[in-house]
Every structure is written in structure tokens, then in C-alpha cells.
């Protein structure tokens, strides 16, 4: 699931840097639901994952 959506997302940003498609455009695509109007995927080699952010949360029950 995730390897695919991150690879369509970051295809989809290529194409509107590249004028291929607007912002609109991608929008659309992803309210129909309709796989067929994708961009296509980027590329595996050079996607790595950099950092992931986790929002501190406090829970009552944790005493510190």
C-alpha cells in the first residue's frame, strides 16, 4: 500500500513541476478514484524515508 501511494504522490509532483498537469488536475484524480488517471510511478532508486515526526503526547496515566 504505502510503496506504491508514496512513489504515485511523488510522480504526480513531478508533473505539475513539469507543467503536465495542474494541481487541479491531480486533485480531480484522486476524487475519482480512478487508478487509470494517475500520474505514473517515480522511480524506486533515490526515495529514501529521511526522519518520521511524532507529536508528543502526554497520556494522564504515564507518570514521569
Sequence with gaps: FVYGMV???IG???D???GKR???DVENSL???DRS???T???ACGL???RIYYPIITYPFFIN
Design 7 to 9: 512513489r504515485s504522490i
Design 12 to 14: 504526480a509532483m513531478f
Design 16 to 18: 505539475v513541476i513539469r
Design 22 to 24: 495542474s494541481i487541479k
Design 31 to 33: 476524487k475519482q478514484k
Design 37 to 39: 488517471f494517475n500520474s
Design 41 to 43: 510511478l517515480a522511480p
Design 48 to 50: 529514501i524515508l529521511n
